[in-house]
């Protein structure tokens, strides 16, 4: 089984800054991407950003050239840095891993952080 745990959410003010971390831990084989979702009251779950394992970066429109998605192989642990933070960023912020066990390759969620950017 495999486990992802999220941290560093918090309340910021706009402009400021936050940074996720998510390890992930457990039965792994192989880490082949991870990455950051957020869902918003009433809105859909989108990406934020993702890092797969040869090291490419995917961001989304909203975040590009504010964020960045890093990672530490020997953790396991993927980071978000988040800097200039605008109140449309609030959400729960979910990291997933598409991670391959001696059973199975799948994808696998955190349990979720709250971000909450004050005006």
């Known amino acids: 089984q495999v486990q992802l745990v999220e941290s560093g959410g918090g309340l910021v003010q706009a402009g400021g800054s936050l940074r996720l971390s998510c390890a992930a831990s457990g039965s792994i084989v192989s880490i082949n991407a991870m990455g950051w979702y957020r869902q918003a009251p009433g809105n859909q779950r989108e990406l934020v950003a993702q890092i797969t394992s040869g090291g490419s970066t995917y961001y989304g429109y909203s975040v590009k050239g504010r964020f960045t998605i890093s990672r530490d192989d020997a953790k396991n642990t993927v980071y978000l840095q988040m800097n200039s933070l605008k109140p449309e960023d609030t959400a729960v912020y979910y990291c997933?891993?598409?991670?391959?066990?001696?059973?199975?390759?799948?994808?696998?969620w955190g349990q979720g952080t709250q971000v909450t950017v004050s005006s």
């Open positions: 997933n891993g598409d991670i391959s066990t001696s059973l199975r390759r799948s994808d696998y």
